[in-house]
C-alpha cells in the first residue's frame, strides 16, 4: 500500500557530506511524523531525527548541528542533510514515517520503514 524508498547513500571522507531522500508513494491520505534512524554494525537502531508534519524537528545529541531534518510536503519526501560527518556516522540509514493511508475508502494508520541506505564515513 505504502513505500519509502531511501537514497543518497555512499562512501565520504570524514568531514564531507552527503544528502538522504526519502520518498513515500502508494495509497497516502497524509504523513505525520517522518524520521531517520541508523543502525551501525553490532549496534542496535537508533533514532537520529525526526520531523513532525508541521516542521518541528527533533535531533539525537550525537548530531546535532551537523544534520539537518527537512520534508517536503506536496513531494511526501523527508531529506536528510549530514555534513562534517565522522567514521562513526557509518550506518545503515533508514526511514521511518507515520502514514494515513485510504484502505478502500477506510482509513488507517500505518507505521512504515524504508529499506536503508548504508552511510560509509572512511579516509
Known amino acids: 500500500q505504502v513505500q519509502l524508498v531511501e537514497s543518497g547513500g555512499g562512501l565520504v571522507q570524514p568531514g564531507g557530506s552527503l544528502r538522504l531522500s526519502c520518498a513515500a508513494s502508494?495509497?497516502?491520505?497524509?504523513?505525520?511524523?517522518m524520521d531517520w534512524y541508523r543502525q551501525a554494525p553490532g549496534k542496535e537502531r537508533e533514532l537520529v531525527a525526526t520531523?513532525?508534519?508541521?516542521?518541528?524537528?527533533n535531533y539525537a545529541d550525537s548530531v546535532k548541528g551537523r544534520f539537518t531534518i527537512s520534508r517536503d510536503n506536496a513531494e511526501n519526501t523527508v531529506y536528510l542533510q549530514m555534513n562534517s560527518l565522522k567514521p562513526e556516522d557509518t550506518a545503515v540509514y533508514y526511514c521511518?514515517?507515520?502514514?494515513?493511508?485510504?484502505?478502500?475508502?477506510?482509513?488507517?494508520?500505518?507505521?512504515?520503514w524504508g529499506q536503508g541506505t548504508l552511510v560509509t564515513v572512511s579516509s
Open positions: 520531523i513532525t508534519s508541521g516542521g518541528t524537528t
Open positions: 521511518n514515517a507515520g502514514v494515513i493511508t485510504d484502505d478502500k475508502g477506510r482509513y488507517r494508520y500505518l507505521e512504515v
Open positions: 502508494g495509497s497516502i491520505v497524509s504523513i505525520l511524523a
